[in-house]
């Protein structure tokens, strides 16, 4: 971030960490989490709370040290192979906040310390791309070799390098598409800071755009793999950090950039809300699935790719994003985000051995981002009094396009009376397609949620065949069509062939086929399925699970009815009889809290010595209640 920007923010006193035990679940039986009606400017929540929040971490680093704990976790024996660019990233803000200030000796003296205390411990990928923008502010600053020994500067330089992760073709060692982004930020910092040409750069820079274009088509949305189809958050958010990696090294964006930005602008305006809630499928959502909107809208805003009025939309709901941010996902009892205690659950990938680094690589992304908005005249604006009625504005269906051909990939966004819902029809791919948060489903914030790396059958059948293979319809759609018919919305798709369970990546298993049909209706949602096996292909049972916040269940046969809670019924037929049972347990957790109820139905199959084709009918029913928004 250039100095500029940095200025826009205003010192916030140094507190101390507050260490008071594990606070009860302020937001229990609220999965959505707050509404607001009116939001604050975003710069004050950054400015007031979120600043204070992390001066606070930060003192309990300089006091403990590598002592130092949070949350139980003791943050420097956690594994966390990023923390060192992270904790650079954040003591840099600690020192720009008082440059001109007769503190900043002190904070000088204390930036150097953390840096030799961290010299020597694993920091890779994204922590090396921390570490030295971190760098790059300091030295724009003119307080690098105030900040850091010069034995130290030398080591961190061998250190942080992008071929830690690139190979020399310039191909990455291991890792997802959206770390071109950070190899390429890598690579030109270092050139900004004098460490090496601009060769690198330009190539590494030249290589993302070659592979978005190449994996994202005529769409514009990166595939997250070589081809299978994992459009998730990443697939949206990944141009977004590819602009905000050109704003913050002072690159312009190219045409397709600018154009890519746009697309995942045209995704995100149909699912803005009153509450800030963001992503509600795939991985590594919940706060970051928010913050995933922030950093596209922050970049679509600064390379001028919004209309006015869209502009003053996006910064009312990145405003709402923020207080959000400090209103649900930070804990005031601890002084740390939460997405772990309380019935959270999260992915392994951001397990809580990361609770530190993850507080801090939050942290940066609401404080660049809302320097941004204050450099566009935002700062400390009211956000748009007419936000709620533009949002009642907005089109009730919107299906947006990842891929069509020989399998198709869309994401269908129902908005329906506070409620919007996201039905993903993606193939989650290596290590994800087995996963809830990847399947073909209705999602909806604090609604219809996901658990993260959890595999019940949740609304869709899971098929075992009597040789004990278990399949389900998880990848391989065709023929996707979506149709609007008065207040309802039709998605109708195939499958030649369903997912065979338990690989790593998914594999097609053309013995059983399906056809889906999806109706979402005011207050309600319907799916079918047509499932043929083929001739002597014995279907041994069938099962589907449904995980609830609503609670209070009343059974009878495959009808249940729940009288709490914002799903009021949920009716399967042909599934035979459901049960409903109270849960409060791994792996019944969304990314906002525990679910409160269980709904399991199964159906055993008499089907020996089948001699042809039989086709088996099933459906279920969802209904659910409006939201109180006053």
């Known amino acids: 971030m250039k100095p500029a920007l940095m200025a826009a923010l ?79 990233a954040a003591m840099t803000y600690h020192v720009l906040d008082v440059h001109g200030d007769p503190r900043l000796e ?64 310039l191909s990455l060692i291991n890792l997802p598409n959206n770390y071109y982004g950070v190899a390429f930020s890598v690579a030109r910092f270092r050139f900004l800071m004098g460490w090496e040409d601009a060769s690198a750069s330009e190539a590494l820079l030249a290589k993302m755009i070659e592979h978005y274009r190449l994996y994202s088509g005529k769409y514009g949305f990166a595939d997250e793999t070589e081809g299978d189809g994992r459009f998730d958050r990443y697939s949206v958010l ?10 913050e090294t002072g690159m312009a964006p190219t045409p397709d950039v600018k154009q890519w930005l746009r697309r995942s602008v045209d995704l995100m305006l149909p699912r803005f809300n009153l509450g800030g809630e963001g992503f ?16 596209v809208l922050t970049a679509a805003a600064r390379f001028k790719v919004l209309s006015p009025v869209e502009e003053r939309m996006a910064y009312a709901f990145s405003s709402r994003v923020a207080a959000r941010y400090m209103d649900f996902w930070v804990d005031p009892a601890t002084g740390s985000v939460d997405m772990w205690d ?39 604006k009211a956000p748009a009094a007419d936000y709620a009625r533009w949002l009642d504005r907005l089109p009730r269906s919107t299906t947006t396009w990842f891929a069509r051909g020989a399998y198709d990939r869309a994401l269908v966004t129902i908005r329906d009376r506070g409620h ?42 899971r098929i075992t065949l009597a040789d004990g293979s278990v399949l389900m319809p998880l990848a391989w759609f065709r023929n996707v069509a979506v149709t609007r018919r008065g207040a309802a919305t039709e998605v109708r798709w195939r499958q030649d062939a369903l997912d065979l369970m338990g690989a790593s990546n998914a594999r097609r298993d053309d013995r059983v ?59 399967a037929r042909n599934l035979g009889d459901c049960t409903a049972v109270p849960v409060d347990a791994d792996p ?40 109180d928004l006053n």
């Open 513 to 571: 086929a399906i056809e889906t049909r999806y109706v979402f209706a005011p207050g309600r949602i319907t799916r079918s399925d047509s499932i043929a096996a083929r001739p002597g292909v014995d279907i041994k049972r069938i099962d589907l699970e449904f995980a609830t916040f609503s609670n209070r269940a009343s059974t009878r046969g495959a009808t249940v009815r729940f009288g709490h809670g914002e799903v009021a019924g949920f009716e």
């Open 588 to 627: 019944y957790r969304a990314p906002t809290g525990p679910f409160s109820t269980v709904v399991r139905c199964g159906k055993i199959l008499s089907s020996q010595g089948r001699k042809s084709m039989t086709t088996l009918s099933l459906s279920w029913t969802l209904s659910y209640n409006y939201r």
């Open 238 to 247: 990944l141009i977004g950090e590819i602009a905000q990696r050109l704003v």
């Open 342 to 380: 309380h019935g959270r659950r999260t992915d392994s990938y951001r397990g809580k051995h990361r609770i530190f680094g993850e507080n801090l690589s939050l942290a940066r992304q609401y404080i660049y981002t809302d320097a941004i908005w204050n450099e566009l005249g935002y700062r400390g």
């Open 10 to 88: 205003v010192a916030a006193p140094l507190a101390a960490a507050p260490s008071a035990p594990a606070s009860p679940d302020r937001w229990a039986g609220r999965p959505h989490g707050p509404v607001y009606a009116v939001a604050p400017p975003m710069h004050d929540t950054v400015e007031r709370r979120l600043m204070p929040q992390v001066e606070g971490l930060l003192a309990q680093l300089l006091r403990e040290r590598r002592e130092m704990v949070l949350g139980g976790v003791k943050v420097f024996d956690s594994g966390d192979k990023f923390l060192p660019g992270k904790i650079a």
């Open 420 to 461: 919007v819902i996201g039905l993903p029809i993606i193939n989650g791919a290596v290590g994800q397609h087995m996963n809830t948060p990847y399947f073909p489903v209705p999602f909806s914030p604090g609604l219809l949620q996901g658990s993260a790396d959890a595999k019940y059958p949740h609304l869709v059948p």
């Open 106 to 169: 002190q904070r000088l003296a204390e930036y150097a310390d953390i840096a030799d205390l961290t010299l020597d411990d694993a920091n890779d990928s994204w922590g090396i791309y921390y570490y030295v923008s971190a760098l790059h502010q300091l030295k724009e600053a003119g307080l690098l070799d105030r900040a850091v020994r010069p034995a130290t500067l030398a080591k961190l330089r061998v250190q942080l390098d992008w071929r830690r992760f690139v190979r020399p073709d």
């Open 280 to 295: 509600e499928y795939g991985r590594s959502i919940g706060t970051y699935g928010e913050t995933a909107f922030l950093e």
